[in-house]
């Protein structure tokens, strides 16, 4: 009997394997050109991106954090400044408001989506507004695990709070929300090519999307240290954030591949689905949603010891992971800032507190094959 291959949690060779004679034409144009920085790849992945987004623009950065820094740079977003956010989500997400000196906001999640609980959001708002201490000026939805966040519901109400949308589709490139693409929603939408996200490259990169002429054009500035339209002129404080030439052309080279990975990715979650049906609880959906299935996250039954579980599919060959075993307010460095944010101490945050006890993430991937997919679901069933 032949072993079966191992399961990747990611797997970034199978892919590689069907593009590397183009990976190579595209690296070696580069190398030859010399243009590592701001090379016309850049500007012909921007284009592609915001193509397939359905954008007016697409600039292409350092990475997802970057991305968001810049987006918040853009509105001027500082001291005195409330950005609210979920407290289930990437450290990257509240640590860019406090890097630019401004103080995050938790909020907590849906039980089902894992997105921001939009009661909750409006409930912290008001809080905010009626201490009249901190300004409430942004909130970053999260599209987690790859699940559109409810962009309807935000978009109503920082138009109604004079607020700033900001989207963070790092998991996320690719799904849709009532047929409209991750990139239309919000004011702007940062996105990561971090390796394992739906669209990675090699290395670090991102990239801001937005329908609005003037902020990509302060997008652009920002990323390259705020300069003008010479090299010479610093109009406003920037950062070094631009997005490798050398990246770009690895993702030129992957993005013709995503949406059939997108379409593979959903398979596999439906797999999943009926595999796992009344032994975990799946992802949840929402009506018009178009999963990118960034990661597939379970929640396993309370009371179930989740590193037994994790421990027993590592033994049948099955890697798992934990993402987030710490909600955000709970992490040291946020700890303080959350404490300050709300006069009297902010409400409770169950829900994040909650999920992160009992979320697992299966291995999630397009090339996984149904024969793997079929021995994760019985190392779960085995385990449990
Ligand atoms: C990955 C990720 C980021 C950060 O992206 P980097 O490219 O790693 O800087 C931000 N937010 C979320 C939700 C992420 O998953």
């Not at 600039?59 to 005195?80: H, K, N, P, W």
């Not at 339209?229 to 109009?235: A, G, I, N, Q």
């Amino acid at each position: 009997m032949t072993a079966s291959p191992p399961i990747a949690l990611f797997d970034m060779k199978a892919q590689q394997a069907l593009i590397r004679d183009e990976l190579d034409r595209r690296i070696a144009a580069v190398l030859d050109s010399g243009a590592f920085i701001n090379g016309p790849e850049v500007r012909e992945l921007e284009a592609q991106l915001a193509d397939f987004a359905g954008c007016a623009h697409a600039v292409g950065v350092s990475s997802g954090t970057d991305a968001l820094q810049i987006a918040m740079m853009a509105e001027g977003i500082g001291r005195g400044d409330a950005v609210f956010l979920p407290a289930f989500t990437y450290t990257a997400t509240a640590e860019v408001p406090l890097v630019l000196g401004a103080t995050p906001v938790f909020v907590d999640v849906d039980p089902v989506t894992f997105n921001l609980d939009i009661a909750d959001l409006e409930r912290r708002i008001a809080l905010v507004r009626k201490e009249g201490r901190l300004r409430p000026r942004a909130v970053v939805g999260v599209d987690l695990f790859g699940l559109p966040a409810d962009w309807p519901a935000i978009e109503a109400i920082c138009a109604r709070e004079e607020m700033f949308a900001l989207d963070d589709a790092a998991q996320a490139f690719g799904a849709a929300l009532h047929g409209k693409r991750l990139g239309r929603w919000g004011h702007a939408a940062a996105l990561s090519f971090y390796p394992t996200k739906t669209l990675g490259c090699y290395g670090d990169g991102g990239a801001l999307l937005t329908d609005s002429d003037e902020r990509a054009e302060l997008y652009r500035q920002l990323r390259t240290h705020g300069e003008g339209k010479s090299r010479y002129e610093v109009l406003r404080t920037g950062m070094n954030g631009r997005l490798d030439t050398l990246q770009a052309a690895v993702l030129l080279t992957k993005l013709p591949l995503l949406a059939d990975e997108l379409a593979a990715r959903t398979k596999v979650a439906a797999a999943y689905g009926a595999g796992l049906s009344g032994l975990v609880q799946a992802p949840g959906s929402v009506p018009g949603a178009d999963h990118a299935w960034g990661l597939y996250s379970v929640l396993l039954p309370q009371g179930v010891d989740r590193a037994r579980v994790q421990d027993a599919l590592k033994a049948a060959g099955v890697p798992s992971g934990i993402y987030y075993p710490k909600p955000l307010h709970h992490q040291p460095a946020y700890a303080a800032a959350h404490a300050g944010s709300i006069a009297g101490g902010p409400p409770p945050l169950p829900v994040s507190e909650m999920l992160c006890t009992r979320i697992l993430s299966l291995p999630m991937h397009p090339y996984l094959s149904e024969e793997a997919v079929g021995r994760v679901i019985a190392a779960l069933r085995a385990a449990l």
